[in-house]
């Protein structure tokens, strides 16, 4: 009996110093392992104890809203692109991370709130979802139709975890079925990173079995579970990466990822050989996300509105057909603008394929509301997003015989009960409805209309030096003010108020993907072909090549519904891609697309590279309608290097694992 305690106490220590010296490798997650077993008896005992332990595992992931701040955080999002920018504090718990990254403060030492939210946490659920994948058959007495669902519920999971690595570290360490033991020698754990390739085809693969077990819809109590839905418009998100210039060959790919090699056996992480096809295969994922039905009506559309006496006419040259053939009878501003201030009925609106209620996003609109109203007023838009968006007429503001940056408007003008007051400058007169959407400009109109003491409701912001919202009141603390004159109020509702008798605020969703996404993304992948590819989906069939007529039935929808005109169908490959990438760049500004998008297309340090501006804030007056770069050290310190394409491992994880590559350039 001492004998055996004695091995018993020898096995202990040994699996401790094991552990210690592993330091908890990050992908392993070796910390939790214990507890974890310990329960599994009793977790595969009942159908509920698997199901709890599988939805444990989806809690693990962080609210998909976390886009701006907060340790939590997941991804370096809006702040860290040439769309946003802020002046607040960047704590040292990680809140504005995209801001700590752009500033340079996140490296291999110290990789940030980032590593911890997703490298770690995702191979924690990849675990999870490993062991329920692997023990699922000692369920007692699980039906098969439980069993199923259990089945494409975790492999989704699973595919998901693996989905955030890749976009954000790049590409994983595929553990496919495996449980990785919590006693095995050091040469166990070291293991090395698949390829690009390899990872792609590995996540899809596992969206695509995910999605035969997965219900099409959901009853609204399960409004933001993902659905057979969610798993195809990833895969097609994925697959258009997969296709775009910066991993799929070319020019791109050589100048980011040409000495990129594994050291194991000297393969490319990013494949260097070009390959038309994949943008077939993406066209062909988009395709069939658009073809989903529910009843013999399409499961997906765009979100629209009815206009009423409200709705101002539409330009001449807007066909007035009844959408999705036209902009008739609906409501562009509404239609735009309702999906995201919380007006719309989230869980029955046919554009959000994925989409999750956030607790975090609305927190995070005090960042974009004035200062002196309880807000914070300092979550900025830069110029180069503003004169992004098109004039009413879709021409832009360099063509444009209405665009003027001298004078101001001399009337009030009030359009499907947007107000925009007289006095406004003529920069914002006559622009597309997404503009008013989205943007909080000086002279801008303020509901509040939940507040309803004097105020605190129906006021009007401005962002020169001595206004009450402007860089020198005392009340914006320093920092809480916009540096570019600009704010965002794509979040915020009419209602929204932070301060005053009864102000309260509108629940907000966040869009994960909707099928705005699927649409313009299937027009990309169309453009970029030069011949026909022949793609099989789901045992049918297709030929997909640079069609012209279903180019412009995508992207127009996405046009029309904004109240523009549509594309000529006469345009060069070169420049329909230019108007796609403008495109996405409006349609969701501050929707954490636009981070990807720029890497992707291989126009990341170009578009980065340019400088931040915006509007005067330390000018009054006339004095302030004029571009500067903002009077800040933080614009001068932001960092534009090749290495930023992917976020730093750990450096602690490095030198745990021989075998493992760091990403190119840290």
């Known amino acids: 009996m001492i004998a055996l305690s004695i091995k018993k ?56 809203g976390q ?3 907060t340790s939590t955080q997941s991804t370096p999002g809006p702040l860290a692109t040439d769309e946003a920018f802020t002046m607040f504090n960047i704590a040292s718990d990680g809140s504005y991370g995209g801001m700590r990254f ?28 490993n062991t329920i994948l692997t023990r699922i058959d000692e369920v007692p007495g699980l039906g098969t139709t439980d069993r199923m669902n259990i089945i494409g519920m975790t492999r989704f999971l699973r595919a998901y975890a693996y989905y955030r690595i890749i976009v954000d570290y790049g590409p994983p360490i595929l553990l496919y079925d495996e449980i990785v033991e919590n006693n095995a020698g050091l040469e166990y754990y070291d293991k090395s990173r698949s390829t690009y390739d390899e ?17 099409t819809t959901l009853p609204i109590l399960n409004f933001g579970r993902p659905t057979k839905g969610a798993a195809y418009a990833l895969v097609a998100r994925l697959r258009l990466m997969h296709a775009s210039p910066l991993f799929n060959g070319g020019q791109a790919a050589r100048s980011y990822f040409g000495n990129w090699t594994r050291k194991s056996d000297g393969a490319f992480y990013v494949s260097q050989n070009q390959d038309e096809k994949r943008w077939a295969i993406a066209a062909a994922a988009c395709k069939r996300v658009m073809e989903m039905s529910d009843g013999g009506n399409p499961l997906y559309k765009l979100y629209t509105v009815e206009r009423d006496e409200f709705t101002p006419p539409l330009p001449p040259n807007v066909p007035a057909d009844d959408f999705p053939n036209g902009a008739g009878r609906i409501d562009p501003y509404h239609s735009y603008a309702d999906m995201f201030d919380g007006e719309c009925v989230a869980s029955i609106n046919p554009e959000f394929i994925w989409a999750y209620k956030s607790s975090s996003l609305g927190s995070y609109m005090r960042g974009a509301f004035p200062a002196d109203r309880g807000g914070w007023g300092g979550l900025a838009v830069t110029q180069k ?10 021409t832009t503001i360099q063509e444009s015989d209405l665009y003027t940056e001298t004078g101001f408007m001399d009337k009030q003008q009030v359009f499907s009960n947007y107000q925009l007051n007289a006095g406004v400058s003529n920069m914002y ?29 129906k006021f009007t912001v401005t962002y020169d030096y001595s206004s009450s919202s402007g860089k020198s009141n005392p009340n914006v603390g320093g920092v809480n003010f916009t540096p570019t004159g600009y704010v965002i109020k794509k979040y915020i509702h009419p209602m929204d108020a932070w301060q005053g008798v009864n102000a309260r605020r509108m629940d907000k969703v966040f869009p994960i993907i909707r099928y705005a996404e699927i649409l313009l993304s299937y027009a990309e992948a169309l453009n970029n072909l030069t011949q026909s590819h022949t793609i099989d989906t789901d045992g049918q069939s297709q030929t997909y090549s640079r069609d012209m007529q279903a180019i412009a039935q995508a992207f127009n929808q996405v046009r029309f519904r904004a109240g ?11 420049e329909m891609q230019a108007l796609i990438e403008k495109e996405r760049m409006i349609e969701f500004l501050y929707e954490n697309r636009r981070y990807y998008d720029v890497r992707r297309w291989g126009i990341y340090e170009e578009s980065e590279g340019t400088p931040i501006t915006g509007m005067n804030v330390d000018a009054s007056d006339e004095g302030y309608f004029q571009r500067v770069v903002p009077n800040t050290s933080r614009i001068g ?23 493992f590559d760091q990403n190119p350039g840290w």
């Open 102 to 129: 752009v500033q340079g403060m996140i490296n291999a030492e110290s990789p940030g709130p980032f590593f911890n939210t997703t490298w770690n946490t995702s191979y924690k659920v990849i675990r999870k979802c």
């Open 67 to 69: 886009i701006f701040s």
């Open 385 to 394: 997003m503003v004169d992004a968006f098109y004039m009413a007429d879709g």
């Open 429 to 457: 007169a006559n622009r597309e409805v997404r503009f008013y959407a989205n943007i909080g400009f000086s002279g801008c109109y303020w509901p509040a209309l939940s507040a309803t003491d004097a105020g605190n409701s």
């Open 9 to 64: 106490i020898i096995s202990l220590f040994l699996a401790t110093i094991a552990i210690l010296l592993l330091n908890s490798c990050d992908y392993l997650n070796i910390d939790s392992y214990f507890s974890d077993e310990f329960k599994q008896d009793s977790i595969f005992s009942q159908k509920r104890y698997v199901e709890a332990y599988m939805w444990g595992a989806a809690e693990l992931f962080p609210d998909e």
């Open 564 to 574: 523009l005109p549509g594309i000529k169908g006469t345009e060069t490959p070169e």
């Open 637 to 659: 310190s932001r960092v534009v290097n090749k290495k930023m394409i992917f976020l730093p491992i750990s450096r602690t994880e490095i030198r745990r694992l021989p075998s």
């Open 199 to 215: 990872a792609i085809e590995y996540i899809c693969s596992e969206f695509e079995e995910a999605a035969k077990y997965m219900p």
